[in-house]
């Protein structure tokens, strides 16, 4: 939570982030107006979100400091949203891939790690086979 409100305190607050954030709203109004009325074709929707859209654009080219009052709510939804949304994504890619395949590998014995003990070892050290003094492994480091 801290992280949120770190985040809306770290907000642009200039004419310039307002102009964006309105010039982008109403592209993506637009859009949806161009969607609506030529794919689905619900004329009085497009109609209204074309109208709308152009609100924006407009707003945000004469007067920006207008869009203060929708600005802020809509980026701070934004936030709770992709703080939420991370989260749930997170989750579902660690319970869908990830859990999977270290089920797998233990179903069949794969250890890539090489973690077995082996009480007879002196060392568990790899040695690695490469040339110490080659040019190339010094200018490739990583």
């Known amino acids: 939570m801290k992280r949120i409100v770190e985040e809306i305190r770290a907000l642009p607050r200039g004419p310039g982030a307002l102009r964006a954030f309105g ?3 109403g592209c993506v109004c637009i859009l949806a107006a161009l969607v609506a009325g030529f794919v689905v074709g619900a004329a009085r929707t497009a109609l209204v979100l074309g109208t709308v859209g152009g609100a924006w654009a407009v707003a945000a080219l004469v007067v920006p400091h207008a869009l203060k009052p929708v600005y802020y709510p809509w980026m701070m939804l934004a936030m709770a949203l992709g703080f939420v949304m991370t989260r749930a994504l997170l989750t579902l890619v660690f319970f869908l891939v990830i859990t999977p395949i270290g089920l797998l ?5 794969q250890d890539p790690m090489q973690r077995q003990l082996n009480q007879k070892a002196k060392t568990y050290w790899i040695p690695k086979a490469y040339d110490p003094d080659s040019r190339k492994r010094l200018e490739q480091y990583y």
């Not at 590998?105 to 014995?109: A, N, S, V």
């Open 105 to 109: 590998m233990r179903l069949f014995w």
């Open 23 to 25: 010039l982008m709203m």
